[in-house]
């Protein structure tokens, strides 16, 4: 059974920092492109940043500088440190699995920024 489990979501002030966190099971992970997306309210699930298998790792625009997405194939977990955080990244954040027909979804979780 494949698990994506996400954890470190929360509430911090604009200009703050937050890391979250997705450990992952049932799959072989590191033949795995890992993901971060975004889904805040009223609006459309968005990709955040993703890192393929070879450790390449691409962002939105809308987040480069200021986050970083990070895996550890050892431990089968990916990471999102977010810092000079905004209230407009106040969303459910999910990770996300993905190979070649194969596509598995964390439960989400959520981060709130507020002044």
Not at 26 to 51: D, H, P, S
Not at 64 to 80: C, P, Q, W, Y
Request: aromatic residues 14%; proline residues 3%.
């Amino acid at each position: 059974q494949v698990q994506l489990v996400e954890s470190g979501g929360g509430l911090v002030q604009p200009g703050g920092s937050l890391r979250v966190s997705c450990a992952a099971s049932g799959i072989t992970f590191k033949i795995y492109t890992m993901a971060w997306y975004r889904q805040g309210y009223g609006k459309e699930r968005e990709l955040v940043a993703r890192m393929d298998s070879g450790g390449t790792a691409n962002y939105a625009d809308f987040v480069k500088g200021r986050f970083t997405i990070s895996r550890d194939n050892a431990k089968n977990t990916v990471g999102l440190q977010m810092n000079s955080l905004k209230p407009e990244d106040t969303a459910i954040y999910y990770c996300n699995a993905y190979y070649p027909n194969r596509d598995f979804w964390g439960q989400g979780i959520q981060v709130t920024v507020f002044s």
